[in-house]
């Protein structure tokens, strides 16, 4: 892999993601989508339909990271701007029937600082071929 800073990311953010929704599964109780659901590390809700959408974006996030740069830092944005949307929309979701992911305030913190790095990196950095540079 090369030393892009947006492969580095999209791969590390894409193995984390996979491995939380692979976790996730086995604490997401019978519930497959809605406001109930189980506890992952003690603070994260999740239910089923929660735990496919982190595999879904892990993996796509591995493979742009695998794949190249361009692709990397393409998917650092939509998704880092996906999650801008689900971290602050999410705070007006909860005890509402429109949050079928089971989000909590964990959620919505842990979405909003995955933004800031996944959004960070694929608008800031790898502007050039070949360097990789933050810009003032």
């Given amino acids: 892999m090369s030393q892009s800073p947006n492969r580095l990311v ?3 953010f894409g193995a984390v993601y996979l491995l939380v929704g692979i976790l996730g599964l086995f604490v997401a109780g019978a519930n497959f989508a809605g406001e109930e659901g189980g506890l992952l590390l003690g603070i994260f809700r ?3 339909l929660h735990n496919i959408v ?3 974006i892990g993996a796509a996030l591995l493979i ?8 990397a830092k393409a998917t650092n944005t939509t998704v880092g701007a996906v999650y801008l949307l689900v971290g602050i929309v999410g705070f007006f979701l909860v005890g509402t029937d429109l949050n079928i992911l089971a989000l909590n305030t ?3 913190i842990l979405h ?3 933004a800031i790095v996944l959004l960070g990196t694929g608008l800031a950095l790898d502007r050039s071929t070949g360097t990789a540079r933050a810009t003032a």
């Fill in 46 to 48: 999740v239910n089923h």
């Fill in 54 to 56: 982190h595999l879904a």
């Fill in 106 to 108: 964990a959620d919505h």
């Fill in 10 to 12: 999209a791969t590390i």
């Fill in 64 to 71: 742009a990271g695998l794949r190249n740069t361009a692709a």
């Fill in 112 to 114: 909003l600082l995955s």
